[in-house]
């Protein structure tokens, strides 16, 4: 092993992050020089990993949760010998099609575990991952046994959803989570004191955590901490007094050192500060050597894992690995397509709700990495099946989890479930609320995760809540969102589509939007394709040539039904087109969304939300029978009559315009 004095492998990342960040004329040079012994300490004395196999399971996670010091992160992977993070990639940072984005991205930089950026995200997603990590100890044993760190800012503690991260961390008594906090007082306006005054070692005390104060440039002090923080039985605070833009003779300690390049003159002055006498992106062969050697002394530790993973039986092995390849069970197919059967057969008029319940029965048989929640919604949103068993603090066996009135925390913590692997997180909360979970469930499509949101109580059909609760504009939200997958099913049969596609959806989220209120089946012959997967299908042909084609997702679904009963009567041929996800119906190939959407001269989409997006199926001067605005308060009956969704209404339109044709 090269030995080298920790200042030189420190000022080394400090060196790195300053000329990347120089070349770029773009990024925040602050955190890394401030944090560079943090970093340094972690990497060299603790964190568990083998760069040659930068995704072995059993590694200890690293988070940057303060995403905007990408590059101490992108040093340290290069420092440590990752190959795909060459100098090349450090000297393109924040170029196009560079591995070293503005903020790390975990599906485009191997290396890193999260995609984090937007503050409090990383510190929130972190509990998702040390929770993983303990669920799937409490099931292999100690082929699982590792840390996960977060290097976290002022700003990601400053966020609210850390106040749902840490309230829930603690709770659970998530022993192996420890975070290491950059306190270094500065914010982009200026002095932390300018608009926060939190103790956030109390802060974190109150929330069940250990929490110490100590000095972040102390590598003797900042090792101690970690240690002791390693033997505790609760997560760990290890606020870390650092000072911004460490050696910078003009700018350290204050926000110029935060989000700009340093400067050529400045840049230079800093390096002279620190005793680095070396060029741009230059390190002396003693210190990388020192570094690659950190890099590689996790082998032996990743050899004795893979030592006891072999031991282990083969089945057992096999299906360790299948989970954390996100494979889905061979199992699957074959129970989605026997339950399918049975709701035909035995139809049931019940909300979408109950019919996700009773899809997740099977599931939870078929697939058993299935991990299901609630924001304090259970008996609402019908998430909780039969023999599901609770997660508790410092009981991990079960796979039911109770995530309290937190949704970001909640959508956050799958994230982090689903990146650690081994799992599939699912989570539900009522629609409205998707308000809430919007910035993580954002970072799930942007970060192509692979968590399902049960989002119920879908719209005006939930009633007396009022407007408050009724979504209305949320559908068009979600569809509008990049990769996240929303499906709104219209009875049982295809409510177990829609979940069978979002299980077999394994390079972004899903959206499951599920009534309160019950509906009667449309589904009424069985296949065993999933006609729920082209986004749109024909539920009902007419009886010759369409004039008329009805659009419609979910509990109006049986109203379009309604009214093609009464149009065909009246001699309109009128076609029902179900369309449980519109966005996936838009992506479909032009040859088979034109046969989809067909050419009828009156189209019509029936749906209790606004119009937007709608126009691509119907086109502008398509007939749209919906919500213009809010809702109301008042059983969902007297609402749907009240904004005239109600199949009179569509006959009455269709009628018209048929005429007037």
Aim: glycine share 8%.
């Amino acid at each position: 092993m090269t030995q080298v004095d920790h200042s030189k492998m420190a000022n080394a990342i400090r060196a790195l992050a300053m000329d990347g960040v120089e070349k770029a004329k773009s990024g925040h040079p602050g955190l890394p020089l401030g944090a560079a012994d943090i970093a340094t300490v972690l990497f060299t004395q603790f964190l568990k990993f083998d760069a040659a196999d930068p995704k072995w399971p059993d590694r200890d996670r690293f988070i940057l949760s303060a995403g905007h010091g990408s590059m101490l992160l992108y040093a340290l992977l290069y420092l440590t010998g990752n190959k795909e993070m060459t100098l090349d990639q450090l000297k393109n940072f924040r170029q196009l099609h560079s591995k070293t984005p503005g903020h790390p991205e975990n599906f485009h930089t191997s290396g890193v575990e999260t995609t984090t950026g937007p503050l409090g995200q990383g510190v929130a997603t972190s509990v998702g991952f040390a929770l993983a990590e303990r669920m799937l100890a409490a099931e292999y044993g100690d082929v699982v046994d590792h840390y996960t760190y977060v290097l976290c800012s002022d700003g990601d503690l400053m966020e609210g959803v850390s106040h749902e991260a840490i309230a829930l961390a603690g709770h659970l008594k998530l022993s192996k989570l420890i975070f290491l906090y950059d306190d270094n007082g500065i914010s982009i306006d200026g002095p932390l004191t300018l608009a926060d005054s939190v103790d956030q070692v109390a802060r974190f005390k109150a929330h069940g955590w250990n929490a110490v104060q100590i000095d972040g440039h102390d590598q003797a002090a900042i090792a101690a901490a970690i240690k002791t923080a390693q033997s505790s039985d609760r997560p760990t605070l290890i606020a870390c007094k650092t000072t911004i833009g460490f050696g910078s003779p003009k700018k350290a300690g204050t926000s110029k050192a935060h989000g700009e390049p340093l400067g050529a003159e400045e840049l230079l002055a800093t390096k002279k500060a620190l005793g680095w006498d070396y060029g741009p992106f230059e390190v002396p062969d003693d210190v990388l050597n020192a570094w690659r050697d950190v890099g590689s002394k996790g082998a032996a530790a990743h050899a004795d894992w893979q030592k006891r993973f072999d031991a282990l039986p083969a089945e057992i092995r096999s299906e360790f690995t299948r989970r954390n390849d996100h494979k889905r069970p061979a199992a699957m197919a074959d129970a989605f397509r026997h339950l399918k059967k049975k709701l035909v057969d035995e139809p049931q008029t019940v909300a979408t709700r109950k019919a996700s319940e009773i899809a997740l029965e099977v599931i939870v048989q078929a697939v058993p990495e299935m991990v299901i929640g609630s924001a304090d919604l259970t008996p609402s949103n019908n998430t909780r099946t039969k023999q599901a068993v609770e997660v508790k603090p410092g009981d991990f066996a079960g796979r039911y989890i109770h995530y309290g009135i937190r949704e970001m925390g909640m959508a956050a913590a799958m994230n982090g479930i689903a990146l650690h692997g081994g799992f599939i997180p699912a989570g539900a909360t009522f629609m409205c609320f998707t308000d809430y979970a919007r910035p993580a469930m954002r970072i799930s499509a942007l970060a192509q995760i692979p968590v399902v949101y049960i989002m119920t109580h879908d719209s005006i059909g939930l009633g007396e809540d009022g407007p408050t609760h009724q979504p209305v504009e949320h559908l068009a939200a979600m569809r509008a969102m990049p990769n996240m997958r929303t499906f709104r099913p219209a009875d049982t049969v295809e409510t177990a589509e829609c979940w069978q596609l979002a299980l077999e959806n394994t390079t972004g989220p899903t959206m499951l939007a599920l009534s309160r209120q019950n509906l009667s089946p449309v589904r009424t012959t069985h296949h065993d394709d999933n006609l729920s997967a082209s986004g749109g299908y024909e539920l009902i042909a007419a009886n010759g040539k369409a004039a008329v084609s009805i659009f419609a997702s979910g509990s109006e679904v049986e109203i379009a039904v309604a009214a093609q009963k009464t149009l065909a009567e009246k001699g309109i041929p009128t076609r029902v087109v179900s369309v449980p996800s519109l966005e996936l119906l838009l992506e479909q190939p032009d040859e088979k969304q034109k046969a989809i959407i067909g050419d009828a001269p009156v189209k019509i989409a029936v749906e209790a939300a606004v119009r937007f997006g709608w126009d691509a199926v119907i086109g502008h001067d398509g007939i749209f029978i919906g919500m213009k605005g809010f809702g109301s308060s008042a059983p969902a009956k007297e609402l749907y009559k009240l904004f005239g969704i109600t199949p009179d209404a569509v006959v009455e339109a269709a009628t018209r315009k048929h005429n007037a044709a």
